[in-house]
């Protein structure tokens, strides 16, 4: 007899994965569950967002926060989903490593699989220099650890779209900038991730 998978996604990151600013209110995360096929699994989705926050406050509290929406017996999964403001508050990239890394490493010892998706990209020139070093120091924690990054930072930094988008919104996504994030991470792993087959 075919038993169904019971799936318990917690997520956990700022306002962009909260959908701030998208008009149709779905945010990358809630287009990417739309695309999920759900016949063979019983799916639950928490998002757990909270604005301006970088990698320290997101390590002091993903555990607590997490550990409550999980459930016993059931394959629980964590969705990191990260942005620039450890830029804003200058902490330093070997500490937004080791934030990172700690959050990772403690999902690891509950068994629990991680993909974080990385900071994309905004219109500063200088800041987005800077950018693209944390984005690759993320990359670099997340898959020395056997676990799935996304990152949105290259292929958006230079896209006509998402740029237009930003500059059409003070610098945030809107509707089409959330679509392409959404695209990027259901393209970029989140069905292996999640062992669900793409849909045709």
Known sequence: MFEQRTVRISAVGDELLAGVGDPRALGW?????ARTPTDDVDLAAYTLAAPQEGTEALAGRWQDEVGRRFEDGAENRLVIGLAAHDLDVEVSSARSRLNLANIIDG?????????????PPGLDPVRNRRLADLSAAFADVTTRRRHTYVDTFTPLQHHEQWRADLAANDGRPGQAGYGLLAWLVLHRGWYEWMRLPAPA
Request: aromatic share 6%.
């Open 29 to 33: 995360f809630g287009r990417v569950l």
């Open 107 to 119: 999902a690891s010892q509950q068994g629990i699989p991680v993909i974080v998706v990385g900071p």
